[in-house]
């Protein structure tokens, strides 16, 4: 067996310290300086990490250059440990940290691959500038690439203290390995040895006593030939405590960020005739994702969109409803929040070209090979083929209307401030009205008060079914009686609700009536018949599914394990069931144990639906009557789809999509 160098890291103080800079979103807070700063940008030329790094230029001359971070939450006193990869090329200078005004760490000591700087430091402040520095004045033009930059204090890197009777375990992916299968929570479960009794809560001799809980940022990290892999990116959600003897350790849980925002509920405004990715990252504002995101524009367009008071895993559950299958949302590599559109498959390569080639038996000539147990599905038990989505239909009334009274009267003094929270006495408005004020009551203002003074009214939105009035009354003059009050809008009504339906009659006739049982409440009549057709499209025959396991027995079956991705396609031979065909990614769970020896991988697949060899076609003379074969409806096909960024599928050459 391979046995790559694992980690498990806990930013037990929630510093934020194991993502100081990878440099896959921007430049993760990094700037240049000295009187003559470098240049620092992004590079997708090579990485340690991920496929980006920090790319920095020497200029010539100037004192001081550097490139830094100023980190917040350090406490003063506690030693922390640098870490940082760098690649120097033969000619230029080394690098270094230095933490300013403390101190400095070793040169790097190699050029033309990807070394290691450490530093290790006691913090004398709540915050310092962590710099990388030139080891000499450069002469300028010279280049060097920095990437995975972290900081960990005290206990922070636990594996040393894995116990090894439990397997590190993780999962992601589908629920089941089918495209229509929703997403759930990565999961994550560890051991430590507990016998220093660092992990107990109730010892007040812990050095983390006041730092264990839930919500500690987890990662689980292979390094295998000079690249770093993270497999998981996580939230510690449980841990247990086993004192009895011959325990003393502690098992812990997480969570990845889908997981964690089942528990935040959302409220938005009401968004008009948005892409489902533009939905998707509301939701992610509502909750205030602060990590980085990769989010599809989606093909799926929201007539009337808006969340009240749903979680936000429900809320982006049903975006990826409208969009259809293959849609999904999950966590990347670097933390950041995935979404994919339904034509990700026709348009990323991963997803379009088959990856590898995974075989029951082989050689090396014919590695990766996968292992038993073998784990195939023939798919009867989930053919769908009749699909009805309702589709509510909306509109504006034409003139506004009173959404909101007040039915008391309020005092309000000089700088002081009254906030409501209104909820309406209608389901849904827009555009609401910035109200009007006065002092005679006989007038039609909106807001009637009593004495002198002008108010500040301020909305934190003007439409959904929710809204925060904060009225202010500024300093200077007297205090003011609020008499009378009252919100305008126009109230968005539901004029009709239509049934979206289709069916596979050849379908029902051989296997009964499968009804997919999904909702799509926000989508749009068009939409919804094409998403129905997808469904159709896919499902009205049987479609197999796979469980192959892969062992860390090879360098060909380790770098799959390693790089393999949600969604990517591969091909599978099998010969026992005759499966000899591509496959897409759904599920991914890892199992790694005997001190790194052996890494478990399961992928839980679906089969490919592919058109036929030769689809029916007007404008080709092998492919018309007597020759073509219709294909399932609503089946594209990756290398024909129209595409304006590809040469050959483009006008008169690709065909229009679902």
């Known amino acids: 067996m391979l046995s790559p160098d694992y980690e498990v890291l806990v930013d037990w103080d929630g510093d934020g310290g194991l993502g100081l800079g990878d440099f896959e979103f921007g430049l993760d807070g990094w700037s240049a300086g000295g009187t003559l700063p470098p240049s620092l940008a992004q590079s997708t030329s090579r990485s340690y990490h991920g496929s980006t790094s920090a790319l920095i230029t020497w200029d010539a001359g100037g004192t001081s250059p550097l490139i830094q971070r100023i980190w917040p939450g350090l406490s003063a006193g506690t030693a922390y440990s640098l870490s940082a990869w760098v690649f120097v090329p033969v000619g230029s200078v080394a690098l270094k940290w230095t933490v300013a005004g403390i101190s400095s760490g070793p040169a790097s000591a190699a050029t033309g691959a990807w070394v290691e700087i450490t530093h290790t430091f006691t913090a004398s402040a709540p915050s310092h500038a962590l710099q990388i520095v030139p080891a000499s004045l450069p002469a300028g033009g010279e280049q060097a690439w920095v990437d995975h930059l972290r900081i960990t204090g005290p206990g922070e890197d636990v594996t040393g203290r894995v116990w090894d009777r439990t397997p590190i375990g993780l999962d992601y992916g589908r629920d089941q390995a089918r495209s229509l299968s929703p997403v759930k929570p990565g999961e994550l479960a560890f051991e430590l040895d507990n016998t220093s009794r660092d992990y107990s809560p109730e010892h007040t001799g812990s050095p983390l006593a006041d730092m264990l809980g839930p919500g500690r940022a987890v990662v689980v990290q292979a390094t295998y030939d000079s690249k770093a892999y993270t497999l998981y990116r996580g939230y510690i959600d449980d841990y247990t405590v086993l004192p009895d003897p011959g325990d003393w350790s502690v098992a812990f849980t997480a969570l990845d960020g889908v997981g964690r925002l089942r528990e935040v509920d959302v409220s938005t405004s009401l968004h008009r005739s948005i892409q489902t990715g533009d939905a998707v990252h509301r939701v992610l504002d509502a909750v205030g994702w602060t990590g980085g995101r990769d989010i599809d524009t989606g093909a799926t367009t929201l007539r009337w969109w808006w969340e009240e008071g749903t979680d936000a895993s429900t809320a982006l559950d049903r975006i990826t409803t409208a969009e259809g299958p293959g849609s999904f949302v999950h966590i990347g590599a670097s933390g950041e929040f995935v979404f994919r559109g339904r034509h990700h498959r026709l348009t990323r390569s991963a997803s379009t070209t088959a990856q590898a080639t995974f075989r029951d038996e082989g050689d090396e000539l014919v590695e990766p090979v996968f292992d038993s147990p073998f784990q195939y599905d023939s798919g009867w038990k989930d053919i769908v083929n009749h699909v009805a989505f309702e589709v509510v239909e909306r509109t504006i009334r034409a003139t506004p209307d009173v959404i909101w009274k007040m039915y008391s009267r309020y005092q309000l003094g000089p700088g002081e401030t009254m906030t409501f929270t209104l909820v309406g006495n209608t389901a849904l408005f827009t555009d609401v009205i910035t109200p009007t004020q006065g002092t005679n009551p006989d007038v039609d203002t909106d807001f009637v008060i009593v004495g002198s003074g002008t108010l500040r009214f301020e909305l934190d939105r003007t439409s959904g079914q929710r809204f925060v009035l904060r009225i202010t009354l500024p300093l200077g003059g007297s205090a003011v009686t609020l008499t009378r009050g009252r919100l305008r809008g126009y109230v968005v009504d539901e004029v009709s609700r239509v049934q979206v339906s289709l069916e596979d009659s050849t379908s029902i006739a051989r296997h009964g009536r499968r009804t997919y049982t999904g909702t799509a409440p926000h989508i749009n009549v068009h939409d919804a018949l094409a998403v129905a057709q997808l469904i159709i499209g896919q499902r009205a025959t049987r479609l197999p ?83 073509g074969r219709f294909a399932p409806t609503a089946l594209d096909d990756p290398t024909s789809v129209f595409r304006f960024d590809t040469t050959g599928q483009g006008f008169d050459q690709g065909l229009l999509g679902t």
Request: hydrophobic share 35%.
């Open 545 to 627: 599914t796979v469980r192959i396991k892969v062992l860390s027995a090879s360098v060909p079956q380790l770098t799959q394990q390693l790089t393999r991705d949600l969604s990517d396609r591969i091909h599978i031979v099998e010969s026992q069931t005759g499966v000899d065909a591509p496959f897409y990614i759904e599920h991914i769970s890892h199992s790694v144990r005997d001190n790194g020896l052996v890494h478990e991988t399961v992928f839980g697949c679906e089969m490919v639906r592919t058109l036929p060899a030769t689809t029916f076609r007007f404008d080709s003379g092998t492919a018309g009557f007597n020759d």
